[in-house]
């Protein structure tokens, strides 16, 4: 009996190791300006080709955003399969979801922002109110949303990850009633509507994709999916396809024309058809996957340190090796060294239990209160 495909929790984090690579390699080479017009070899690539390269990269932001709408999706339908829940129940979900991501946070944001202080690094105002209430929404994550001084801007996707968990419900509720529908729902109004370049909305199009997706198998369709008998020549020739799909979307994303005329769609469908790549071609490669998923472990703590090694503490460390793959290497290595010493002091103090506690307590005084 031929083996059915599943998308797993290792898949995930192999996908998020994917998706945090693209993030340094598009943090550190995707403009001149952030290679503070040193000069870095990108051999054997010209720096145009790498730096072309390296903006693409930015559709990384769409895939953590599509695996934290799948997961939430499947949390969600292990309990509720026919997403029947009521508003009572909604309202805990996104508590305890939105509980759950500020916890995690809250380590590395300690740790960062005491260094930063330390280090007399910080970004934040002078003046002591600005500073605190600057801090306070820094450590809510609702920095971006309400525009005040972000400690860095990358930390700007705390926002779009809290929008994503408020209107969960709502997309479930929505995608009951009209199904595969829905994508047409987002695209339209997406398209002309919501305002160009903004990051808290350019990116909303893979939800519909990733409710769909993570509801119906898709992913796991798409792999089982045979264009011929034979395996080997299925493999190519889906290879051949997908792969020229997503250069010639990306060719297309990367010019003025396509950004002012499709940005709202490609930047939906480019980091799913990049997942679905790497899912059907990439993942089951042993050594590969194993390292993908170790980078996936530590991603969410190299998402929130390492604009601080590259930008504020070790700004000229971090160019000085001149070779973009060293560079790359250095900010991965040391961001991950940050990580396992910061998972380490978690373990130490038992982190996951207390805030596993926490959440239960804040959830629990909701259910009873509200």
Same mark, same amino acid.
């Given at each position: 009996?031929?083996?059915?495909?599943?998308?797993?929790?290792?898949?995930? @984090?192999?996908?998020?190791?994917?998706?945090?690579?693209?993030?340094?390699?598009?943090?550190?080479?995707?403009?001149?300006?952030?290679?503070?017009?040193?000069?870095? #070899?990108?051999?054997?690539?010209?720096?145009?080709?790498?730096?072309?390269?390296?903006?693409?990269?930015?559709?990384?932001?769409?895939?953590?955003?599509?695996?934290?709408?799948?997961?939430?999706?499947?949390?969600?339908?292990?309990? $509720?399969?026919?997403?029947?829940?009521?508003?009572?129940?909604?309202?805990?979900?996104?508590?305890?979801?939105?509980?759950?991501?500020?916890?995690?946070? @809250?380590?590395?944001?300690?740790?960062?922002?005491?260094?930063?202080?330390?280090?007399?690094?910080?970004?934040?105002?002078?003046?002591?109110?600005?500073?605190?209430?600057?801090?306070?929404?820094?450590?809510?994550?609702?920095?971006?949303?309400?525009?005040?001084?972000?400690?860095?801007?990358?930390?700007?996707?705390? #926002?779009?990850?809290?929008?994503?968990?408020?209107?969960?419900?709502?997309?479930?509720?929505?995608?009951?009633?009209?199904?595969?529908?829905?994508?047409?729902?987002?695209?339209?109004?997406? #398209?002309?509507?919501?305002?160009?370049?903004?990051?808290?909305?350019?990116? @909303?199009?893979?939800?519909?994709?990733?409710?769909?997706?993570?509801?119906?198998?898709?992913?796991?369709?798409?792999?089982?999916?045979?264009?011929?008998?034979?395996?080997?020549?299925?493999?190519?020739?889906?290879?051949? +396809? #997908?792969?020229?799909?997503?250069?010639?979307?990306?060719?297309?994303?990367?010019?003025?024309?396509?950004?002012?005329?499709?940005?709202?769609?490609?930047?939906?469908?480019?980091?799913?058809?990049?997942? $679905?790549?790497?899912?059907?071609?990439?993942?089951?490669?042993?050594?590969?996957?194993?390292?993908?998923?170790?980078?996936?472990?530590?991603?969410?703590?190299?998402?929130? +340190?390492?604009?601080?090694?590259?930008?504020?503490?070790?700004?000229?460390?971090?160019?000085?090796?001149?070779?973009?793959?060293?560079?790359?290497?250095?900010?991965?290595?040391?961001?991950?060294?940050?990580?396992?010493?910061?998972?380490?002091?978690?373990?130490?103090?038992?982190?996951?239990?207390?805030?596993?506690?926490?959440?239960?307590?804040?959830?629990?005084?909701?259910?009873?209160?509200?």
């Amino acid at each position: 009996m031929e083996k059915t495909c599943r998308f797993t929790k290792k898949n995930t @984090l192999a996908v998020k190791g994917i998706a945090i690579s693209f993030l340094l390699f598009y943090h550190c080479f995707s403009n001149s300006a952030r290679m503070r017009n040193m000069a870095v #070899s990108f051999a054997p690539f010209s720096q145009d080709t790498a730096m072309m390269i390296a903006r693409c990269m930015v559709h990384c932001v769409g895939m953590f955003a599509f695996l934290s709408v799948y997961g939430l999706t499947l949390s969600m339908k292990s309990k $509720y399969p026919e997403y029947d829940f009521d508003g009572h129940t909604a309202t805990l979900f996104v508590l305890k979801r939105y509980v759950k991501l500020v916890l995690t946070f @809250l380590i590395p944001f300690f740790f960062c922002t005491g260094v930063t202080f330390v280090t007399d690094t910080s970004r934040y105002a002078e003046n002591l109110w600005e500073n605190i209430i600057s801090i306070v929404m820094d450590f809510f994550g609702v920095g971006h949303l309400f525009g005040t001084q972000m400690l860095v801007n990358t930390w700007w996707f705390l #926002s779009l990850e809290i929008l994503l968990i408020v209107f969960m419900p709502f997309v479930l509720r929505f995608y009951k009633k009209y199904n595969w529908l829905m994508i047409f729902m987002f695209l339209l109004p997406g #398209s002309f509507l919501i305002e160009k370049h903004v990051h808290l909305t350019k990116y @909303l199009f893979v939800v519909p994709f990733a409710v769909c997706f993570a509801d119906q198998r898709v992913l796991e369709r798409m792999k089982e999916f045979k264009i011929v008998k034979n395996q080997a020549a299925n493999k190519i020739i889906k290879f051949i +396809i #997908s792969t020229g799909v997503i250069i010639l979307m990306l060719k297309v994303w990367d010019s003025q024309w396509g950004l002012e005329h499709f940005e709202f769609a490609l930047t939906g469908l480019i980091p799913v058809l990049i997942i $679905y790549w790497s899912y059907e071609f990439l993942l089951d490669i042993p050594g590969i996957s194993h390292i993908l998923e170790f980078l996936g472990k530590h991603s969410a703590n190299v998402f929130y +340190i390492h604009t601080f090694i590259r930008v504020l503490w070790l700004k000229k460390v971090t160019y000085s090796f001149g070779n973009a793959l060293l560079i790359w290497l250095f900010l991965m290595g040391s961001s991950i060294a940050i990580s396992v010493a910061l998972e380490l002091f978690k373990k130490l103090i038992h982190y996951d239990h207390i805030s596993g506690k926490i959440t239960e307590q804040i959830v629990g005084w909701a259910d009873r209160t509200l």
